[in-house]
């Protein structure tokens, strides 16, 4: 069974500060994506990582896909208020069809 | 354009019952999937139709559950002899076709007195 680790699986910081979180497993993903789940709603998609090393960016959002395809990490610079929220990563399982999720970060930025 | 829909937002039921949770995707969509969420914790894969065919429903916990698209657009889960333990939040995501972008519903939160 594949199974994505996520940590921390609580965040607490003061506006401003940076964060990092990270998504591990021991299985290799055809790609992984991160979501951003409100309470209430369904998740939304932040972004697909594919390839091992590859680093996207979205204003102050980084991912990181690891070299071997079975980690990732999300970091926010200077968090905001509005970054609040839960965190998502999934893995698309390599050869079929499931979206393995990992049980989230809950992130709350405090003004 | 609108989005993925689900009915009831809410539903509560008696334990031994029988449910349908419906899911109305993007239309166009040919890829459905159905997750269920527990409190505290990330989605976990039900099922996944290509059109109108399951192409994997080896997340369905037992032979309780069951899920149709019989036109290959609205899909609906079927709980049957609900229990306890099936209290959760069921999610729907559509996309364009396999490995695309996911777009969830806001879900159907299950209570199972």
């Known amino acids: 069974t594949q199974l994505l680790e996520q940590s921390p699986q609580f965040l607490s910081i003061q506006e401003g500060e940076n964060l990092t979180v990270y998504c591990n497993s021991s299985?290799?993903?055809?790609?992984l994506q991160w979501y951003r789940q409100e309470p209430g709603e369904g998740p939304v998609l932040l972004v697909t990582?594919?390839?091992?090393?590859e680093v996207k960016r979205l204003k102050r959002l980084t991912f990181q896909f690891g070299d071997a395809r079975k980690d990732s990490s999300l970091h926010i610079t200077a968090a905001q208020p509005g970054d609040t929220g839960l965190y998502l990563c999934?893995?698309?399982?390599?050869?079929?069809?499931?979206?393995?999720f990992g049980a989230g970060t809950r992130l709350f930025v405090k003004a | 354009g609108a989005g993925v829909s689900q009915t009831p937002s809410n539903k509560v039921t008696e334990k031994g019952k029988y449910v349908e949770l419906r899911c109305d995707p993007i239309?166009?969509?040919?890829?459905l999937y159905w997750y269920r969420q527990s409190l505290g914790q990330g989605p976990e894969f039900l099922i996944y139709?290509?059109?109108?065919?399951?192409?994997?429903d080896s997340g369905l916990p037992n032979d309780r559950f069951f899920a149709v698209r019989p036109e290959g657009s609205v899909s609906t889960l079927k709980i049957q002899r609900t229990e306890r333990g099936d209290s959760a939040v069921y999610l729907c995501?559509?996309?364009?076709?396999?490995?695309?972008?996911?777009?969830f519903g806001p879900g159907t939160r299950l209570t199972v007195t």
């Open positions: 995501a559509s996309s364009a076709t396999h490995r695309r972008e996911q777009y």
């Open positions: 299985s290799v993903f055809s790609s």
């Open positions: 990582v594919v390839t091992g090393g």
């Open positions: 999934a893995g698309e399982e390599a050869g079929g069809f499931k979206t393995i």
């Open positions: 239309s166009g969509h040919t890829a």
């Open positions: 139709f290509q059109g109108t065919g399951a192409a994997d």
